[in-house]
């Protein structure tokens, strides 16, 4: 409750009413209607980052404090605090957040192209985050996306459809020489077994067993914090082998040795193949792919990339000509099994 709502001329019977609401008000809300009077967006962010945007911390191998993405974090903070600085909490209200997300939508990125909703939609769910964690401090009544319709819609989000062919696969990999040629293993160990990149990268000997053809992701290291055993392909053993060939035998080395990413080497291998659309995270993308034109069945293709909910992983798979037109003609062979030969030939 705001004691400027007592106007001019000051009353006794205004001082009254406004003391009464005071009171109904501590009553029914206790200290919280206070704190959230008080309290700034920044001194919420400010909690925020020091308490949670925190590099992940693990206990036998389970998160029990921070985020994976605490650095992505970090960047969407630094633009919440711009948009809402020094507004206090108490005065934040739904259409303040749908102000903001509709100025995220309208303003360029720094290449001068049109941001995308998803990474508004990021924003927006840090924002959400932190307003829960401000209601449960006692710092605001009620988080105030709350009272409104979603403005968070993963729906809208634009997925992008981009998998490598088989052609093109074999131009990235001729790409790989020269000062590019470490990255050769791990196209081909992203393409054939499907892991995400952090997993990759942080793949020790001692998650690779030669001998049953196995690789583990510990769930230290898994985006959804479950292990999961993939098998590997005859040439993704091959090159595994090569590698380890090649280093100290320690089993907590790393695997890649690769401590920050690749992002460099391979932008130059794709100009060089002639593929500047492609990402590194599309090879994740074509072993999805691939697997469902291989016909592994989805549930096991799901389990094998390390999604929890089947429908993620269809948003990895894009069909292509071939899985069309066997879709198709499984329909056709069905058909012909099913109907009686005059039916056949009259329906012809």
């Given at each position: 409750m705001n004691v400027s709502r007592l106007q001019a001329?000051?009353?006794?019977?205004?001082?009254?009413e406004l003391l009464k609401k005071l009171?109904?008000?501590?009553?029914?809300?206790?200290?919280k209607a206070y704190a959230a009077e008080i309290k700034t967006f920044n001194e919420l962010a400010d909690?925020?980052?020091?308490?949670?945007?925190?590099?992940?911390?693990?206990?036998?191998?389970?998160?029990?404090?921070?985020?994976r993405t605490y650095y992505n974090g970090k960047l969407y903070l630094n633009v919440l605090r711009?948009?809402?600085?020094?507004?206090?909490?108490?005065?934040?209200?739904?259409?303040d957040i749908e102000n903001f997300r509709l100025k995220r939508l309208s303003?360029?990125?720094?290449?001068?192209?049109?941001?995308?909703?998803?990474?508004?939609?990021?924003?927006?769910?840090?924002?959400?985050?932190?307003?829960?964690?401000?209601v449960r401090e006692g710092w605001m009544i009620k988080n105030p996306f709350n009272m409104g319709d979603s403005l968070i819609s993963k729906a809208d989000?634009?997925?992008r459809q981009r998998i490598l062919s088989y052609e093109e696969e074999e131009r990235l990999l001729a790409a790989c020489k020269?000062?590019?040629?470490?990255?050769?293993?791990?196209?081909?160990?992203?393409?054939?077994?499907?892991?995400?990149?952090?997993?990759?990268?942080?793949?020790?000997?001692?998650?690779v067993n030669f001998n049953s053809r196995e690789v583990t992701v510990k769930e230290i290291n898994s985006k959804t914090a479950k292990a999961r055993t993939i098998g590997m392909t005859e040439r993704v053993a091959q090159v595994l082998w090569e590698l380890y060939q090649q280093s100290d035998n320690k089993?907590?080395?790393?695997?890649?040795?690769?401590?920050?990413?690749?992002?460099?080497?391979f932008v130059s291998a794709r100009k060089e193949a002639g593929l500047d659309d492609m990402r590194l995270h599309d090879l994740r993308h074509t072993f999805c792919s691939r697997l469902v034109e291989a016909e592994v069945p989805i549930a096991e293709g799901a389990r094998v990339s390390g999604h929890d909910q089947l429908s993620t992983f269809y948003r990895y798979v894009n069909t292509n000509s071939d899985t069309i037109r066997r879709a198709s003609e499984a329909l056709d062979s069905l058909r012909k099994k099913k109907c009686s030969p005059s039916d056949c030939q009259k329906d012809s």
């Open positions: 001329p000051y009353t006794k019977t205004a001082a009254k009171i109904a008000d501590f009553d029914k809300n206790g200290a909690y925020f980052e020091q308490r949670y945007l925190i590099p992940p911390q693990y206990v036998e191998g389970r998160k029990v404090a921070g985020i711009e948009h809402f600085s020094s507004k206090k909490l108490s005065s934040l209200s739904y259409r303003t360029p990125t720094k290449h001068d192209k049109q941001r995308s909703i998803a990474s508004v939609n990021r924003e927006l769910e840090l924002l959400r985050r932190m307003f829960n964690v401000a989000e634009k997925q020269g000062r590019r040629i470490h990255l050769r293993a791990i196209i081909i160990f992203q393409i054939d077994m499907g892991t995400r990149r952090n997993e990759a990268f942080t793949l020790t000997w001692n998650d089993s907590d080395c790393l695997v890649f040795r690769i401590k920050d990413n690749v992002k460099k080497s």
